[in-house]
């Protein structure tokens, strides 16, 4: 399995941005797809997610102003990012999972800049 990451940028405080991520290969449903970010030095934390069946799962951080999707059919995965703060800035990964370790897949990252 390979997941694209797309769109990411710099882009100022108050301003919007959507990622992409589309997976290729032997993709198994149910599943979780899902958007973590990371700053240097720090963990990577969830961002959202979203399961096969509609579950959705945000950090309290980016409630009411991000907003995640997806597509089965295509196997994509999108957070439209609006309202964006300074301390959104890092790099975010799109991840596809299912339960256990074994089929766990994370993106390259994209970086998000946002600007004061």
């Known amino acids: 399995v390979q997941l694209q990451a797309s769109g990411g940028g710099l882009v100022q405080a108050g301003g919007s941005l959507r990622l992409s991520c589309v997976a290729s290969g032997r993709i198994y449903r149910p599943n979780t797809m899902g958007w973590y970010r990371q700053d240097p030095g720090k963990q990577r934390d969830l961002v959202a997610s979203?399961?096969?069946?509609?579950?959705?799962n945000y950090a309290d951080s980016v409630k009411g102003r991000f907003t995640i999707s997806r597509d089965n059919a295509k196997n994509t995965v999108t957070l439209q990012m609006n309202s964006l703060e300074p301390e959104d800035t890092a790099v975010y990964y799109c991840r596809l999972k299912r339960g256990g370790n074994v089929y766990d897949f994370w993106g390259q990252g994209t970086l998000v800049t946002v600007s004061s």
């Open positions: 979203m399961t096969s069946g509609g579950d959705i």
